[in-house]
């Protein structure tokens, strides 16, 4: 019989069964998104976190990295399709911003997404989404392809 264990915090309700690691990341999301006031997270941390995003194969990297269950290694190269050497500086770029990590299990790396580094820039986008007004509330609107203030 499939039993479920369950953990309830204080807005989340998590059915852990299918591994322990889905857990610790869902605890340590959970663990931040209640005590990290992202707003005081600098615009230079939050533009590291941008510049290291702005590339589509360090998108396509982030992608790849979401759609597996485990870490990856040397399949990143064949799976992205560009050369080992380009595909290495974009791995470089994203664990300089600790987007993704990589642990050396010999005779290769293993890569796996951090996501919780987004979750400033997260709170950013939600927070200008949240935000947008519409052309009535606007102090300036396009018109016949012109900026045009009130």
Known sequence: ???SHYLIS???LIDFSFSPIYYIVIRRLTILLCMTPHNLVSNEQLAT???AIAHPARI???R???SKSSCIGGEITSEVGLAQSTVSEHLRILKAAEIVTGEIEHPRVCYSLNPEQLLPLLDLLQQI???RVTNDEACCVSTNDKMVCK
């Open 60 to 62: 396509q990297i982030i």
């Open 49 to 51: 976190i941008a510049k």
């Open 1 to 3: 019989m499939h039993q």
């Open 10 to 12: 204080s807005f989340l």
């Open 64 to 66: 790849l990295l979401l």
């Open 129 to 131: 989404a949240r935000n």
